[in-house]
């Protein structure tokens, strides 16, 4: 004979007897070596059953006869070896259906004896105290047997009279008068509730306005300091920058000032240098001493003309700028226009005169040459003399100088200018 390896699962139970074993081996999940026809072996499952235990028409206590049905959970005991070997010893060989129904009639009798000890307004109002007297009842007899009860609960309770229903009614118009009271009160609560809610928002809402009114006030005075010290920085910086344009204005008009004067410096002395270089021409080349020394005056006499127009006009520019300059400096302070002006009039007073005298000079020869030249165009001249008066050439000329002499009266009738006022001056 072969021994072979039987295996087990957690499920069940194998109870192995036979050689090499005095008391029989009961296995849960595992393996054993065995020999066939020197071994026996049999198997028990360990699985849960659950039995529907039903209990119709039974009385209660008060002779109520109601109908109840209750579920339980039941499996073999392998808690202890000694359990375990009763439940072997009773459903060993035994078919499942068998087990079930043993276990069923044990349940249902402690059920009806359960209920018969009990009123139906127990069992209903107490359901949880009926499935624990059921279940410590139960659970003791089913242990002798090997067996353990998991968990036992009513399911189902009724009767064919209406005891129940009735029951119901009453306990239902108890429920719905308990709701509505609780109703009633619950929405009072509510009610109130809401007021404080209701409350505690507008509180919450006014305080979170003065938050932000708080806020923005703080918001708008900061604001406004920035923008004060932005608006004050920003004047430095704009009166700084049109300082620093009008200090160079005026050092640029300084410049240009000075550049012009040095230039009319230049032309006065290129003006002498002239002057000299005519009277040392004069001198080498005029052969008769009266026409040389009246070439010579003449000329000086224009030089001189020329260098005091010049220098009349370099201290009038000079004057100007100078003007323009200080005017330029003191725009930043506030009175350069009238500074300015008040130096532009000085400086054209004093050129006047000098400026009318040249322009006499200048005039004065054109306007004899043009009557000169009047008198030359003439085919012929009658002239009539009386007594001691000059004829010829002699009379023509005095007529000529008769009419340039009458020029500056004339111009002082007509302008109130004094040219020859001007004249014994130069």
Same mark, same amino acid.
């Given at each position: =004979?072969?021994?072979?390896?039987?295996?087990?699962?957690?499920?069940?139970?194998?109870?192995?007897?036979?050689?090499?074993? $005095?008391?029989?081996?009961?296995?849960?999940?595992?393996?054993?070596?065995?020999?066939?026809?020197?071994?026996?072996?049999?198997?028990?499952?360990?699985?849960?059953?659950?039995?529907?235990?039903?209990?119709?028409d039974v009385y209660t206590a008060r002779g109520v006869a109601i109908k109840v049905t209750g579920v339980a959970?039941?499996?073999?005991?392998? *808690?202890?070896?000694?359990?375990?070997?009763?439940?072997?010893?009773?459903?060993?060989?035994?078919?499942?259906?068998?087990?079930?129904?043993?276990? $069923?009639?044990?349940?249902?009798?402690?059920?009806?004896?359960?209920?018969?000890? =009990?009123?139906?307004?127990?069992?209903?109002?107490?359901?949880?105290?009926?499935?624990?007297?059921?279940?410590?009842?139960?659970?003791?007899?089913?242990?002798?047997?090997?067996?353990?009860?998991?968990?036992?609960?009513? $399911?189902?309770?009724?009767?064919?009279?209406?005891?129940?229903?009735? &029951?119901?009614?009453?306990?239902?118009?108890?429920?719905?008068?308990?709701?509505?009271?609780?109703?009633?009160?619950?929405?009072?609560?509510?009610?109130?509730?809401?007021?404080?809610?209701?409350?505690?928002?507008?509180?919450?809402?006014?305080?979170?306005?003065?938050?932000?009114?708080?806020?923005?006030?703080?918001?708008? #005075?900061?604001?406004? !300091?920035?923008?004060?010290?932005?608006?004050?920085?920003?004047?430095?910086?704009? #009166?700084?920058?049109?300082?620093?344009?009008?200090?160079?204005?005026?050092?640029?008009?300084?410049?240009? =000032?000075? !550049?012009?004067?040095?230039?009319?410096?230049?032309?006065?002395?290129?003006?002498?240098?002239?002057? *000299?270089? $005519?009277?040392?021409?004069?001198?080498?080349?005029?052969?008769?001493?009266?026409?040389?020394?009246?070439?010579? &005056? @003449?000329?000086?006499?224009?030089?001189?003309?020329?260098?005091?127009?010049?220098?009349?006009?370099?201290?009038?520019?000079?004057?100007?700028?100078?003007?323009?300059? *200080?005017?330029?400096?003191?725009?930043?302070?506030?009175?350069?226009?009238?500074?300015?002006?008040?130096?532009?009039? @000085?400086?054209?007073?004093?050129?006047?005169?000098?400026?009318? #005298?040249?322009?006499?000079?200048?005039?004065?020869?054109?306007?004899?040459?043009?009557?000169?030249?009047?008198?030359?165009?003439?085919?012929?001249?009658k002239m009539v003399s009386s007594g001691d008066s000059p004829i010829g050439a002699q009379k023509l000329t005095?007529?000529?100088?008769?009419?340039?002499?009458?020029?500056?009266? =004339?111009?002082?009738?007509?302008?109130?200018?004094?040219?020859?006022?001007?004249?014994?001056?130069?």
């Open positions: =004979m072969i021994p072979i390896f039987i295996t087990c699962p957690p499920n069940e139970v194998l109870v192995v007897s036979g050689l090499g074993f $005095t008391q029989p081996a009961m296995i849960t999940g595992g393996r054993v070596l065995v020999v066939p026809g020197l071994m026996r072996w049999s198997r028990l499952s360990l699985n849960v059953r659950t039995i529907t235990v039903h209990s119709p959970q039941v499996k073999i005991n392998t *808690q202890h070896p000694k359990v375990l070997a009763m439940a072997c010893e009773h459903f060993l060989k035994k078919k499942q259906s068998e087990i079930d129904t043993l276990i $069923t009639s044990t349940l249902e009798g402690h059920q009806r004896g359960i209920m018969g000890t =009990m009123n139906v307004e127990d069992i209903y109002k107490n359901r949880k105290l009926f499935n624990e007297r059921v279940f410590n009842v139960a659970s003791k007899d089913l242990y002798n047997l090997g067996l353990h009860v998991i968990s036992y609960t009513i $399911t189902d309770l009724s009767d064919d009279m209406g005891y129940l229903k009735a &029951l119901g009614k009453g306990r239902t118009a108890e429920v719905q008068r308990d709701a509505r009271i609780g109703e009633a009160e619950a929405k009072k609560d509510a009610m109130i509730e809401k007021c404080i809610a209701s409350e505690q928002l507008m509180k919450a809402k006014l305080a979170n306005d003065t938050l932000v009114a708080e806020f923005n006030r703080d918001f708008q #005075l900061k604001k406004a !300091t920035y923008d004060q010290e932005v608006r004050a920085k920003q004047a430095e910086t704009d #009166l700084a920058f049109e300082l620093r344009t009008c200090k160079t204005k005026q050092k640029i008009k300084e410049e240009v =000032m000075e !550049t012009k004067v040095v230039e009319r410096k230049a032309r006065i002395l290129v003006a002498e240098q002239q002057i *000299q270089l $005519t009277e040392k021409k004069l001198e080498a080349e005029v052969k008769q001493p009266s026409d040389a020394e009246k070439f010579r &005056l @003449e000329t000086i006499a224009g030089a001189q003309k020329q260098r005091l127009l010049l220098e009349a006009e370099a201290a009038a520019e000079a004057k100007r700028l100078m003007g323009e300059a *200080q005017a330029l400096a003191i725009t930043a302070k506030g009175n350069a226009e009238a500074t300015n002006m008040h130096r532009k009039a @000085e400086a054209w007073k004093e050129f006047k005169d000098a400026a009318m #005298l040249s322009m006499y000079l200048e005039t004065l020869p054109k306007l004899v040459g043009e009557v000169g030249s009047a008198l030359g165009n003439v085919k012929s001249i005095q007529e000529i100088m008769d009419i340039s002499s009458n020029v500056p009266a =004339m111009v002082k009738n007509l302008t109130g200018v004094n040219f020859m006022k001007n004249l014994r001056v130069a």
